[in-house]
């Protein structure tokens, strides 16, 4: 019998674990992942920006948890020695419009407390010579890192405190009972039971799954939508200084196809957000009859596609044709063409979306008696998986553990 099971070893399950079990070094704790290793799908498959929190509102949970997850990940990378570098980024506007946008993001910043500076189009020329814009906001709090090497330092302390763990274990379905909750797993091909007091998922794409599992009732489902991005070509890997992001549309969770310096050198382009129609479909080609069918049976997929086809019908259209992908990238980075594109893994956004179609922008949790689930964290997920493991591990006090 275990004290805790936590389910999902991406970067949150895994800050999860470690913090519980310093927080309950006593308590006997397991964390589950379904892969070979950690860190196999959101978490390994962004760009690995430590964001600084411009985009969020003042005050919320996400303006809140990314301004301090980007300072606990520094020291958390420090501590470890990971390498971090601090490159900045810039936010581009490149019409009108975008510089209307532009100016409330500036606004934001003041609000959120973050260094900022607003550049004119001769300032921006002066700081990015390749890049063109009518003018940029400078967010200096901007670094990179590998966020797969994050989480398995995580794993690794939790592991050094006594946490156990299980990699290819799968969970098939799980029943709550009075003083108990009973998992039927299969791991490398075998069916096991595994029992804990208490449970925690971090489970991404598979929220809704499991929360579905026991009976909870919820109002959202997950709705994956592809991220692609391309590589720039080795030749290009010194043709920008900072991160440069397009001025995003405020109305969507998305930040545009941006140009991201990597911490190992190489830049990439991306990512678009089209809709997926497979959870876990990294190929240029998904297909999943499952993924698909729950996906078209659910009112807030139509509802959400509904509010925003237009938007769906250009991604779509830039996903099949690369010269329009290009387009959205030689907006501010005129000097690029197709050759320079090369191809780069694909990630998978986990977007919850409640019934009535509406795309849920913060975090959002459910629980039973016995459970509590982590059913939506959005980015900057990575960026806060500190201060997001900090806030689960209260929760769990709260409720499992009262006095404590």
């Known amino acids: 019998m275990h004290d805790y099971i936590i389910v999902g070893g991406g970067i949150i399950g895994a800050s999860t674990a470690w913090q519980l079990k310093k927080k309950y070094p006593n308590k006997r704790i397991l964390l589950l992942e379904k ?22 509102p003042p005050n919320s949970l996400k303006a809140k948890f990314c301004k301090q997850g980007a300072a606990d990940t520094i020291a958390f990378c420090d501590q470890h020695n990971i390498p971090v570098e601090n490159c900045g980024k810039l936010i581009v506007a490149t019409s009108q419009i975008e510089l209307e946008r532009m100016q409330a993001l500036f606004e934001r910043c003041q609000q959120n407390g973050i260094d900022v500076e607003r550049l004119d189009q001769y ?22 890192v590998d966020y797969t090497k994050v989480t398995r330092a995580m794993v690794k302390d939790f592991t050094d405190l006594g946490g156990e763990i299980s990699l290819l274990t799968e969970v098939l379905s799980g029943q709550e009972f009075e003083h108990e909750i009973q998992l039927t797993c299969m791991r490398q091909g075998q069916s096991m039971q595994l029992n804990t007091r208490y449970l925690i998922t971090c489970s991404g794409l598979m929220a809704d799954r499991l929360t579905a599992m026991l009976g909870i009732e919820t109002n959202f489902q997950i709705i994956p939508y592809r991220g692609e991005y391309y590589q720039l070509d080795a030749a290009h890997n010194q043709i920008v200084n900072h991160l440069i992001y397009p001025v995003p549309d405020p109305d969507l969770p998305f930040l545009g196809v941006h140009l991201t310096k990597m911490i190992n050198g190489s830049v990439t382009v991306g990512p678009n957000a089209v809709q997926g129609w497979k959870r876990e479909g990294y190929s240029r080609v998904n297909f ?16 959400v596609s509904r509010k925003h086809y237009k938007t769906g019908l250009v991604e779509l259209y830039n996903s099949w044709w690369k010269p329009a992908y290009l387009k959205q990238v030689q907006k501010y980075c005129p000097s690029l063409s ?24 913060d975090f959002l949790f459910a ?24 806030y689960i591990c209260q929760k769990v006090a709260d409720k499992f553990e009262p006095g404590t």
Not at 345 to 355: D, F, K, N
């Open 123 to 144: 300032q921006l020329k002066l700081a990015e010579p390749n890049i063109t814009g009518l003018g940029a906001l400078h967010v200096k709090q901007t670094s990179i």
């Open 288 to 303: 999943s009859v499952r993924d698909t069918m729950q996906m078209l049976s659910y009112k807030g997929f139509w509802r």
């Open 338 to 361: 197709l050759k320079d594109l090369k191809p780069y893994p694909v990630g998978i956004r986990a977007q919850a979306v409640l019934t009535d179609g509406t795309l849920v922008h």
């Open 367 to 390: 629980e039973s008696i016995r459970s509590l689930h982590v059913c939506n964290a959005p980015s900057p997920a990575a960026t806060s998986s500190i201060p997001i493991g900090s």
């Open 35 to 56: 892969e070979q290793d950690f860190a196999q799908h959101q978490t390994g498959h962004n760009s690995g920006v430590i964001h600084a929190g411009v985009y969020y």
